[in-house]
Nanobody
Framework: VQLQASGGGLVQPGGSLRLSCAAS????????MGWYRQAPGKQRELVAS???????DYADSAKGRFTISKDNARNTVYLQMNSLKSEDTAVYYC???????????WGQGTQVTVSS
């Protein structure tokens, strides 16, 4: 499975960004996809995940501001991020999993910087 993430960048506090992740390869083996992030000096954390049947889960820090969705026809997962804060600054990784956890496959990271 190959995962290609895009959409990161620099945004002001309160702004929005949408990350995209296109999956290719043995995508039939994927049950769940997600987005992790890692900020400098902090542990990597799962931000959001979505299963094949559309069940979503969010970190407390993302609830109410971020929305994960998928386009099955395009094998693409999105992370819409609204009301961004400086503490959202991190490298965001698209991930996928065969079973319950979305951490078997990792894409390259995309930098999100929230700053004025």
């Amino acid at each position: 499975v190959q995962l290609q993430a895009s959409g990161g960048g620099l945004v002001q506090p309160g702004g929005s960004l949408r990350l995209s992740c296109a999956a290719s390869g043995s995508i039939f083996s994927i049950n769940i996809m997600g987005w992790y992030r890692q900020a400098p000096g902090k542990q990597r954390e799962l931000v959001a995940s979505i299963t094949n049947i559309g069940t979503t889960d969010y970190a407390d820090s993302a609830k109410g501001r971020f929305t994960i969705s998928k386009d099955n026809a395009r094998n693409t997962v999105y992370l819409q991020m609204n009301s961004l804060k400086s503490e959202d600054t991190a490298v965001y990784y698209c991930t996928a999993g065969r079973y319950r956890d979305a951490n078997d496959f990792w894409g390259q990271g995309t930098q999100v910087t929230v700053s004025s």
